[in-house]
């Protein structure tokens, strides 16, 4: 499966950005679609995810102000970021993974920058 991660862009910090992650394939059945995100210098790190039952669990750093979505029919997870703050600022991943496989894809990332 190839992932598509689109809607990065500058904002100011308080702002809002809703970035999408389009497979090329259903995602019908996923096990596992998730939000990482790499600031410059630093590792890549765990934003949301979202299982196939509906729970979704968030980074500390951005609960209630992050929430994961995922939409069948139209093969994408979303990730609604409010009250940005610059050190939100990242390039942002999307990743799935299906039941009967340890093989995780990667989207090819989006850049997000909050500036203060």
């Known amino acids: 499966v190839q992932l598509q991660a689109s809607g990065g862009g500058l904002v100011q910090a308080g702002g809002s950005l809703r970035l999408s992650c389009t497979a090329s394939?259903?995602?019908?059945?996923?096990?596992?679609m998730g939000w990482y995100r790499q600031a410059p210098g630093k590792e890549r790190e765990l934003v949301a995810v979202?299982?196939?039952?509906?729970?979704?669990n968030y980074a500390d750093s951005v609960k209630g102000r992050f929430t994961v979505s995922t939409d069948n029919a139209k093969n994408t997870m979303t990730l609604q970021m409010n009250s940005l703050k610059p050190e939100d600022t990242a390039v942002y991943y999307c990743?799935?993974?299906?039941?009967?496989?340890?093989?995780?894809?990667w989207g090819q990332g989006t850049l997000v920058t909050v500036s203060s």
């Open positions: 990743n799935v993974k299906y039941p009967g496989t340890q093989r995780v894809s």
């Open positions: 979202m299982t196939s039952g509906g729970s979704a």
């Open positions: 394939r259903s995602i019908f059945g996923f096990d596992v």
